[in-house]
């Protein structure tokens, strides 16, 4: 994509703060570009586990553009496939559910749940038809407890690798799926790019403007509001307002019990794990990139067992206020992205060096 010189002046761009080009972010051709060097080798969020508990349960997700069913088999293992048939290319799989084989709904060409190919109607017809070598195509399939997640490369970095010290940053730090039970998931688009939607994530220079609720419920001075990177993650980390557990206060919601830490965790490429202050609960928030200028956000909610119905909805409530103000924010900036108005902007670097970090991934996946 990048001559060599040209990757070699982006990096220095980087290093002194200056952004990736605005027409990175609305630019097709950039946007296939990421489509093969980034999302046909990493790992990207799926779903739930519980969801493939039993065998012949399924559900399906998307790997960057690229659909996937993910199925337990007969043997009681976990695959992933190309939800793609071999034949003229319909989605074999929709939703979630549970069956003896997988089907496509336009010829019915039927595929076990080894992804090998049972039957193709009329195939016998076809003197050099081997049915072998026309089974869906597997993608990797591993998971970090509760969670699965899928990657399109046979090979690839192991998951654990990817995730690095967040799971033991998360132990130290007390927080953990242990006796959290999955409640609900949510999905909205956003009329932005996943990098766009990726970035606003990232900083939390903008929460004092853009999210009043928010900020009068989490610390967020830039000197008690923490961001910390690792190769393939990032992390940013607060506390309730002082005053707030007191009674003081105005906050959109007033934690009882539980934690006063928030943690908001990146992983490369889309996934993030999030931890509102309160009682035990942890939201994953996903992206799936759909067009250049266009991205579904997908949202997990877990809550611990003796969370009260009124605090679910408390926290709920809290996340959605929240989205819809970012929604707002990251349309606004495609809109001008878009434009061709302003070439490229420049960072602050104390406040966002996440950002400079994730734009580094995003420049070492495509020059």
């Known amino acids: 994509m990048l001559s060599a010189a040209m990757a070699t002046e982006l990096r220095s761009k980087l290093d002194q703060g200056i952004t990736l080009p605005f027409s990175w972010f609305a630019d097709p051709t950039v946007f296939q570009e990421e489509q093969e060097r980034i999302f046909a080798s990493t790992w990207q969020y799926a779903g739930i586990a519980d969801w493939v508990a039993e065998p012949g349960q399924y559900f399906t997700c998307h ?56 039957n193709a109607p009329r195939s ?33 970095m192991p998951l654990t690798e990817l995730l690095g010290r967040l799971p033991s940053v998360l132990a130290d ?30 900083e939390c220079y903008h929460c004092p403007t853009a999210h009043p609720g928010f900020s009068k419920l989490i610390d967020v001075d830039p000197d008690a509001y923490e961001l910390t990177s690792d190769e393939w993650f990032s992390s940013q980390v607060s506390s309730v307002r002082a005053g707030v557990l007191d009674g003081k206060g105005d906050p959109p919601y007033r934690p009882r019990g539980g934690s006063d830490a928030a943690h908001f965790h990146y992983v490369w490429p889309t996934f993030t794990l999030n931890v509102a202050p309160g009682p035990p609960n942890i939201a994953v928030f996903a992206f799936v990139p759909l067009e250049p200028g266009r991205t579904l956000a997908v949202t997990d909610y877990f809550f611990g067992e003796d969370v009260t119905e009124k605090e679910i909805g408390e926290l709920i409530e809290f996340g959605n206020q929240v989205g819809l103000e970012d929604q707002g924010l990251v349309e606004s900036i495609q809109r001008a992205a878009a434009s061709g108005g302003l070439h490229e902007g420049r960072l602050l670097l104390s406040s966002e060096h996440l950002i400079q970090h994730f734009q580094r991934l995003v420049e070492r996946a495509l020059a």
């Open 63 to 118: 790997a960057g553009l690229v659909p996937v069913v993910v199925v337990r088999g007969h043997d009681d293992r976990i695959r992933g496939f190309v939800n793609i048939c071999r034949h003229r290319a319909t989605e074999v799989a929709s939703g979630r559910g549970k069956r003896e084989t997988l089907q496509c709904p336009y010829h019915a060409w039927t595929y076990d749940l080894d992804g090998s190919l049972r």
């Open 173 to 202: 730090a007390g927080v953990t799926f242990d006796g959290l039970r999955y409640r609900e998931r949510s999905e909205w688009e956003l009329a932005a790019n996943w990098k766009t939607v990726v970035e606003n994530y990232l």
């Open 124 to 156: 016998e017809r076809e003197p050099d038809f081997d049915g072998s070598d026309y089974g869906l195509l597997p993608v990797s399939v591993d998971t970090w407890g509760p969670l699965v997640f899928v990657n399109r490369d046979p090979d690839p």
